[in-house]
């Protein structure tokens, strides 16, 4: 089992800034990827960012040169810094961590909401 504990969500005004973090614990291994996805009222769970464990990123085209997404391997937490924030951010951000080699896993966080607004 592996625990995911996400922070940083809340409010912040267009073009402000938030940092998220989420730390995992249990059984993990050290190749797995981090993620961040999101979900807005009404629509479907979407990719933000991800990071391998070797640190190679991706990010969803909305987000390119906004969002920053890095990780502390050491501590096993991931980091997604939201710069430039719009209220089209606004969202219920989770979590994600997969391994996709043996022993496979995929969990998610329990969610922690962004709102961009003035």
């Known amino acids: 089992q592996v625990q995911l504990v996400e922070s940083g969500g809340g409010l912040v005004q267009p073009g402000g800034s938030l940092r998220l973090s989420c730390a995992a614990s249990?059984?993990?291994?050290?190749?797995?990827?981090m993620g961040w996805y999101r979900q807005a009222p009404g629509k479907q769970r979407e990719l933000v960012a991800t990071i391998t464990s070797s640190g190679t990123t991706n990010y969803a085209d909305s987000v390119k040169g906004r969002f920053t997404i890095s990780r502390d391997n050491a501590k096993n937490t991931a980091y997604l810094q939201m710069n430039s924030l719009k209220p089209e951010d606004t969202a219920v951000y989770y979590c994600?961590?997969?391994?996709?080699?043996?022993?496979?896993?995929?969990?998610w966080g329990q969610g922690t909401q962004v709102t961009v607004s003035s």
């Open positions: 994600n961590v997969k391994r996709s080699v043996l022993p496979r896993y995929d969990y």
């Open positions: 249990g059984s993990i291994f050290s190749i797995y990827t």
